[in-house]
C-alpha cells in the first residue's frame, strides 16, 4: 500500500509526519515552495509549471495514490516554462485559481484524477491524526463556554457557504476574531491585542471545516503551537469538530494543554 | 427644536459635531467614559448607575428629544450605588447587556421612550452626515474593485443575521478582514500585517449596517482616520452603503482621500 503512495508536500508538520509513518512513499516538493525533504526518503522536486512532468515521473515510480499535506500558497505560475500538458491543462487551472479555496482544491483534485490517481485525505494514510467526539484534554470548559461555543458555531456556520473560515473566537457572546485567509495563528495574535475593557470573560475558540469542504485538501489543523497561541491570546480553550480536524502530534498538544491550564474538546 | 435637545455623549468626534451644531442642547456624559465637554455648552455628569436621576435632570430641562452619540463600551455597573428607578430598571438591563450589541440599543431605547423622550438619529438632527447614494470621491474603482465589492457585500449579509461584523475587507475573491467587536480601525490593522504572497491585487472594505440594524445607535461611521488606515493597510478603496453610514466631517475625509488616492463611493 505505501509502496504506491506518493506525498505532495507542503510547509507544516503534517508532510514530515506522513513521510516518517510512510518511509516508501515518494516526496514530492515543488519549486518556490520551501520544504525540508526527511532523510532516506524519494524525492522527487516538480514544478508548478511542469504538471505533465511530474505526472510522468507518479506513473514511472509506480505511484496510484496522492496524498496532499501541508500548506501550499497559489503560486505564480510563468507561462514560458508549461510543458505540453501544462498547456492543455492551463485554461482550466486560470479559471479554477481565481476562485475560493475549496473550488481550487476540487479543479485540481479532478486534473490529478483524471490521469489516473487516487485523492486520499491524510487521516486516511495515518487514522491517528483525528480526535475522536468527546476526547477532551485539560479542565473542563464552563457553562459559558459552551454558551460560546454555541455561537462561534453559528458564525462557522454563516459563513460556511462562502467557502470562508474555519475558525472563530467567542468570549461572552463577543465574537473577537473570525478566521479570514491568513490562518488561525494571525487571528489568535489579533485577538491576543483585544482591548481589556471588551473583554467579559475568556475567549474560545472553535475550529471546524468549512460546509461541504473536501476533507482530502486544507483540512482544519491544529498543534502545539495553536494551543501557545490561544494561550497567549488569553483564551480558555479550544473545541474542534470530533472527524473534521487533524491535530497534530497528539502527545505534543496534550503536553502544551498540560502547560498552558487550556481545554481541548472534540465535539 | 434644539432647545429640547439632549446629546448623550460617547467617545469620537459625531458628539462634539453635534454640540457644535447644537448649541442649547444639553450635553450628558456619563462617569467612567472619558469624554471631552466643548465649550459653553450646558453639562450634565450621569452616572450609569443612577438612571432616574438622569430622567429627573431631563424633564426639568425640558428636553424632549435625545441623541446617542459616540462609542460607548458596556459599563461595569455597581448595584451599591443604584438609585430607585436603577433598582427597577436593573433586571431588565440586565438581561439586555448579556446580548448582542442590537438587543442592547434597543432596550435602551424602550427604556428612555418608556420615560417619554424620543430618540432620534445622529443623521436626523444633522443631515449632511450621509453620503448620498453615487457620491464618490477620489479615482473610478476598477471591475475587480467591483467584484471585491460584491463578494465583501456577500460576507456582511451572511454575518448580518448574526448582529455581527459592520465592515469586510476583499481582494481578489479573498477575505482579508471580518470585522469583530474591537472595531473597524482594528481590522484595517491587522490587515495591514497580511504577508505579500496572499495578496492577488489591492483590496477594498465594504462598511455597511447590519440588517435591521436600528439606526438610532451604533451607525457605522467613517472619518479622516478611516481612510488614512485603509491607506494604511494597503488599500485600494472604500466602499460604503449610502443612507447607512455617517461620514463625520465630510471636507477633511474628501482630503484624507485626496491625499492618499483612495477612492470612496457610497453605493
Not at 470548559?141 to 459552551?146: G, R, V, W, Y
Not at 495553536?226 to 498538544?253: K, P, S
Request: net charge negative.
Amino acid at each position: 500500500m505505501t509502496k504506491c503512495l506518493a506525498i505532495l508536500a507542503g510547509q507544516g508538520d503534517l508532510p514530515q509526519m506522513l513521510a516518517q509513518n510512510n518511509p516508501d512513499a515518494l516526496f514530492v516538493t515543488f519549486l518556490g515552495v520551501d520544504v525540508s525533504v526527511p532523510d532516506g526518503i524519494k524525492h522527487y522536486r516538480a514544478s508548478f509549471e511542469k504538471l505533465g512532468q511530474l505526472f510522468d515521473v507518479l506513473k514511472q515510480s509506480g505511484v496510484t495514490d496522492l496524498v496532499f499535506a501541508g500548506a501550499m500558497a497559489r503560486p505564480a505560475l510563468d507561462p514560458a516554462k508549461f510543458d505540453a500538458k501544462m498547456i492543455t491543462l492551463a485554461p482550466r487551472l486560470m479559471e479554477i485559481m481565481a476562485r475560493g479555496d475549496d473550488a481550487l482544491f476540487r479543479g485540481i483534485a479532478e486534473i490529478f484524477e483524471a490521469e489516473g490517481f487516487s485523492i486520499k485525505a491524510a487521516h486516511a494514510i495515518q487514522p491517528d491524526l483525528l480526535l475522536p467526539a468527546g476526547n477532551h484534554f485539560g479542565p473542563e470548559p464552563s457553562s459559558l463556554d459552551q454558551i460560546d461555543q454555541a455561537r462561534a458555531l453559528e458564525v462557522l456556520a454563516a459563513l460556511s457557504p462562502l467557502d470562508i473560515s474555519q475558525a472563530v473566537v467567542v468570549a461572552g457572546g463577543q465574537v473577537l476574531g473570525i478566521e479570514t485567509i491568513q490562518g488561525t495563528d494571525a487571528m489568535l495574535n489579533y485577538v491576543a491585542t483585544t482591548p481589556q475593557h471588551l473583554l467579559r470573560k475568556k475567549a474560545i475558540m472553535l475550529k471546524g471545516p468549512k460546509k461541504g469542504q473536501d476533507i482530502r485538501f486544507d483540512v482544519p489543523t491544529i498543534g502545539k503551537d495553536t494551543v501557545y497561541a490561544a494561550a497567549a491570546a488569553g483564551l480558555a480553550g479550544i473545541y474542534i469538530l470530533a472527524g473534521w480536524v487533524n491535530v497534530l502530534h497528539r502527545d505534543q498538544v496534550e503536553l502544551a494543554i498540560k502547560e498552558t491550564g487550556l481545554f481541548l474538546r472534540a465535539l
